[in-house]
């Protein structure tokens, strides 16, 4: 039987959260024409909490490989998306959600990750 922390346990469910409600945005946004700003503060607070629950030390590179990856497609892609039929809108808002939760989540285990390096 594993036993988890209670951390990594409210850093997965702030993540699955975060990407529940950007997938809602997206769709919601785009077939309703309404802009929900406060779901974006919501998102940014669960980022927060991801980057500072979520991360054991031998995850630390896998998240920042996927996340950095994440931000550059997302960034990328979103512009492009946005620019072509309806699917392509809710996909580009998705996207531009999912970039406000991981950016804070990015920045917050890199920060980590440069404090602990420079401890040693």
Do not use: C, H
Not at 64 to 77: K, N, R
């Amino acid at each position: 039987m594993v036993i988890r922390s209670r951390e990594n346990s409210i850093g997965a469910w702030a993540f699955f959260i975060g990407v529940v409600l950007a997938i809602i945005m997206g769709v919601f946004q785009s077939l309703f024409a309404t802009e929900v700003s406060w779901i974006y503060i919501v998102l940014v607070f669960l980022g927060v909490l991801v980057g500072l629950m979520n991360m054991a030390d031998k995850d630390i590179d896998k998240f920042l490989m996927a996340a950095v990856s994440l931000v550059i497609v997302s960034y990328a892609g979103q512009s492009a998306l946005s620019a072509a039929t309806k699917i392509g809108s809710v996909l580009g808002i998705t996207l531009t959600a999912l970039l406000v939760l991981f950016i804070p989540a990015t920045i917050i285990v890199v920060l980590k990750t440069v404090f602990s390096i420079s401890e040693n």
